[in-house]
């Protein structure tokens, strides 16, 4: 037997080498559960249910992609959406909402806004 013969082929170090794979990076997706926990870490105090009856209601954080029935979030943008519904308090203890504000009701919001409350109001 000749030894040259088993020894592997020499390697051409300038032969064309594979094209690298392109890998797309995704950002971190969270399902409800995950992003319930997100939101509570990051301050915004929601609940399982709440957010639950908003998602049901089509009102809850943008849905970025399915995976079977599981809906995915990128955090990001939950956040935005979370931070969004925030009603901010402004000087003279009036709370607004952006809502309140787009709608061009000065009263909106307000403590005492002249409107009629119970039974006892008509008299």
């Known amino acids: 037997m000749d030894r040259t013969s088993q020894l592997p082929a020499p390697v051409d170090s300038r032969a064309e080498k594979p094209a690298a794979t392109t890998h797309v990076v995704w950002p971190p997706l969270l399902t409800r559960?995950?992003?319930?926990?997100?939101?509570?870490?990051?301050?915004?105090?929601i609940g399982k249910?709440?957010?639950d009856k908003l998602c049901?209601?089509?009102?809850?954080?943008?849905?970025?992609a399915w995976w079977g029935r599981l809906?995915?979030?990128?955090?990001?943008?939950?956040?935005?959406?979370?931070?969004?519904?925030?009603?901010?308090?402004?000087?003279g203890g009036v709370t607004r909402s952006e809502d309140d504000r787009a709608a061009g009701d000065p009263a909106a919001g307000t403590i005492g806004s002249g409107r009629p409350r119970?039974?006892?109001?008509?008299?």
Not at 118 to 123: F, P, T, V, W
């Open 118 to 123: 119970g039974s006892r109001a008509a008299r």
């Open 49 to 51: 249910s709440t957010l």
């Open 56 to 64: 049901a209601l089509g009102h809850g954080p943008p849905v970025f």
């Open 33 to 45: 559960k995950q992003l319930l926990e997100f939101l509570n870490s990051e301050g915004i105090p």
């Open 71 to 91: 809906a995915l979030h990128r955090p990001a943008d939950s956040l935005g959406w979370a931070m969004a519904r925030l009603r901010l308090v402004h000087p």
